[in-house]
């Protein structure tokens, strides 16, 4: 299947690059662009050693960012900027790992901003080591790469090879930016059940413009399309998110476009196809104003004149998908309703061509749309499955396992 927006594994995943100061920096100039042309966004910080190997310049050019080299920078410590640093990644990799960060981490110095960021940081750390081969198999590194394997940080490499200075030879190559990018990847997208397959999730509300100023809207938060996208995202899945307006941030590891109306939503559902599975969640408009006013429509002076809208039905892009030339294999829809949860999201289930519907009850009581929590019943060919209220985070990963069982052949009750 032709997948022309996928590929991108590590789109919206934060990686916070601790550069070294040793001869391997050159290489990684080019971990920084393959990082990028993953998706990634890399944010540096340089020691004052690296700096003395290649110029800040290259890797804010490269990284499309600032670099961050000072501890003590009068803009960024404001704030607190070096445990931004660590709070605003999903992974910290040092490349190359010197032999004096190393001892650095493993002992818990500070003086720097590398070091500082390394010790204030609860995130997950990779280290990709580049030393003398004398320097690497030395007793106190010896001693501080087990205290660091000890506290959980991951290692890439070194290799054995010849080094950077003539005639050393020996263990203590960095690792290729290649094999530094698949340790990041294996760190930041694991392969999952759904590795390799694609989807396309739909999230939010619409809005439909009445005039230039008003639109009408409904309650819907995006809080369990996001999660399901996500959560596929998760199991490994290439995920495009398209979202209605929403308040929420875009989830990571997920590629979203931003819609407004349900023609626009449709527009880039279509674009998006082909795909394996598709997961409708977005609460579309039914209707749209028939003609919506290039100007404010204004208050008449006088009593008595209201304006009246006339309405036009929406596109279904559920139905539209489920019956569509380029059908995705497994079709999911949300149908949100406040009475006959069960029995209108079996009828929707064989009009739209869906192979699950995901009935949820919306209605005051049950409290679903805008809030943490739902209550569904899973509908299928198979029946009707009601699982019991839980987290929508906890729906998201229990809908994800079940499309995963379905496309893989498994079972297909949760
Ligand atoms: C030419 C040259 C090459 C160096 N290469 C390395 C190296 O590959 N690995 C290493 O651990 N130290 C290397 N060093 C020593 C480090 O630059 C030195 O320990 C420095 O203090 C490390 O600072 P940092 O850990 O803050 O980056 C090298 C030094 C020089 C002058």
């Known amino acids: 299947m032709m997948r022309r927006w996928l590929g991108m594994k590590l789109q919206n995943r934060r990686v916070l690059l601790i550069i070294g100061g040793g001869i391997a920096v050159y290489k ?176 939010g509300p619409t809005h439909e413009p009445i005039d230039p100023v008003r639109y009408i809207a409904n309650r819907s938060s995006g809080k369990q399309g996001h999660a399901i996208a996500a959560a596929l995202a998760k199991l490994g899945a290439e995920v495009r998110l398209i979202s209605g307006p929403v308040t929420i941030a875009d989830p990571s590891g997920v590629k979203t476009t931003h819609v407004q109306t349900a023609r626009e939503m449709l527009t880039a559902v279509e674009a998006a196809l082909p795909a394996d599975g598709a997961v409708f969640v977005a609460a579309v408009a039914d209707w749209r104003v028939d003609s919506v006013a290039t100007d404010k429509i204004k208050k008449q002076p006088g009593a008595g004149t209201v304006p009246s809208l006339a309405m036009v039905e929406n596109p279904d892009i559920l139905a539209t998908v489920g ?45 679903a749309m805008g809030g943490d929590r739902n209550r569904v019943t899973l509908l299928s060919a198979e029946g009707a499955e009601a699982w019991p209220e839980m987290d929508k985070l906890e729906v998201a990963e229990r809908l994800a396992q079940v499309i995963a069982a379905r496309l893989n052949g498994g079972p297909t009750r949760a």
């Open 323 to 367: 019956h569509h030339a380029q059908r995705p294999k497994i079709v999911v829809g949300f149908a949100a309703e406040t009475r006959d949860v069960v029995a209108n999201g079996e009828a929707k289930l064989k009009r739209k061509g869906a192979d699950l519907i995901v009935a949820n009850d919306v209605s005051a009581e049950g409290g």
């Open 28 to 203: 990684v100039l080019e971990l920084i662009r393959r990082l990028r042309d993953e998706g990634a966004r890399v944010r540096c910080v340089m020691t004052a050693a690296a700096a003395e190997f290649v110029t800040p310049l290259s890797v804010a050019t490269l990284s499309a960012d600032r670099v961050f080299t000072n501890l003590f920078d009068r803009d960024d410590e404001h704030d607190v900027g070096h445990i931004r640093l660590s709070r605003e990644a999903d992974l910290i990799v040092v490349a190359p790992a010197t032999a004096d960060l190393m001892a650095k981490a493993a002992t818990g110095a500070a003086n720097d901003l590398a070091s500082a960021v390394l010790l204030a940081s609860d995130k997950p750390v990779l280290m990709a080591p580049a030393m003398n081969p004398r320097m690497w198999s030395a007793a106190p590194t010896r001693r501080n790469h087990a205290t660091l394997l000890a506290d959980g940080v991951q290692f890439v490499g070194p290799k054995s090879g010849a080094m950077a200075e003539a005639g050393e030879n020996g263990e203590g190559r960095m690792a290729e930016p290649a094999e530094i990018l698949a340790a990041i990847i294996a760190q930041l997208a694991p392969a999952g059940p759904l590795t390799g397959r694609s989807f396309i999730v739909t999230s």
